[in-house]
């Protein structure tokens, strides 16, 4: 990621990139948004594979005393065979065992993601973006 300071000079190739906001997964980056004179930041999770009508948990790398705040968690399963895609977390106004529930869990000193499938999904794929503010 290019870190641009009130030094950096201005002309067209640095302003492009300026606004060229690339999220990378597994990295921190930064958004344009702010709350309450704070940074909103992102981080994409490749969470695999979904499970089957149960709980799994994968590490974020978010350290838990370095987080103000969660804004949101929001992410997409998809299945590639027959190109399904569902946005996350998913309540299902049809059946309570086809909801989608994402919750960040506090583990030692890092943030879990955990998913909970109301039925078999270990068919499809997640990936996730948590915007957090920061101490």
């Known amino acids: 990621m290019i870190n641009f300071t009130d030094k950096t000079p ?3 190739s640095n302003l ?8 990378i997964t597994g990295q921190e980056c930064v958004t344009d948004e702010w709350i309450d004179g704070k940074q909103v930041y992102i981080k994409r999770i490749n969470f695999g594979t979904l499970p089957d009508n149960t709980a799994a948990l994968i590490n974020t ?5 370095e987080v103000q705040a969660i804004i949101r968690i929001q992410g997409m399963a998809y299945r590639k065979t027959d190109g399904q895609y569902i946005p996350l977390p998913l309540v299902s106004p049809e059946s309570i065992g086809n909801n989608i529930m994402m919750v960040l869990v506090p ?16 068919n499809m794929k997640a990936i996730i973006d948590i915007y957090y503010t920061k101490n």
């Open 16 to 23: 492009n990139a300026m606004q060229k906001k690339e999220i």
């Open 107 to 122: 583990q030692d000193e890092i943030y879990e993601l955990r998913i909970q499938t109301g039925g078999d999904r270990s």
């Open 10 to 12: 201005i002309n067209v």
């Open 61 to 65: 790398g978010l350290i838990v005393n």
